[in-house]
């Protein structure tokens, strides 16, 4: 017996939030079929999905830091681009940036865009 589910989705950036996504494409220039959703997630901020030609962002958790989406951005697309994470932090690449969260869990909008 096959079952189908289907999962409504209700997300969208901010115009400011897709100026930047076209900005960060325009930087990095990932693959040309490289997809960048926005999209509620649970636990995540962003991912990139294994085949590294999709991003996913939560928009919604970014929307009022805009320094802290651009370096999202940077980051994930350093990841599409054939990136990982560096073993021990290193200053000022982006591959050891992570967020910064409040103690009530809030994103903090970074200071500077990496």
């Known amino acids: ?17 897709s100026d930047l996504v076209l900005a960060a494409l325009a930087k990095f220039k990932p693959p040309e079929f490289t997809t960048v959703i926005d999209s509620p997630l649970r636990n995540q901020i962003a ?24 370096n999202v951005l940077n980051h994930e697309l350093a990841h599409v681009n054939g990136r990982s994470h560096n073993l021990f932090p290193v200053p000022g690449d982006i591959m050891s940036y992570a967020v910064t969260l409040d103690q009530a869990s809030q994103v903090v909008d970074d200071p500077i865009i990496w």
């Open 47 to 70: 991912f990139t999905n294994g085949q590294r030609d999709t991003v996913v962002i939560n928009g919604r958790r970014l929307e009022c830091c805009s320094r802290t989406m651009a």
């Open 1 to 17: 017996m096959r079952f189908l589910s289907l999962i409504g989705l209700a997300a969208a950036f901010t115009p400011y939030q």
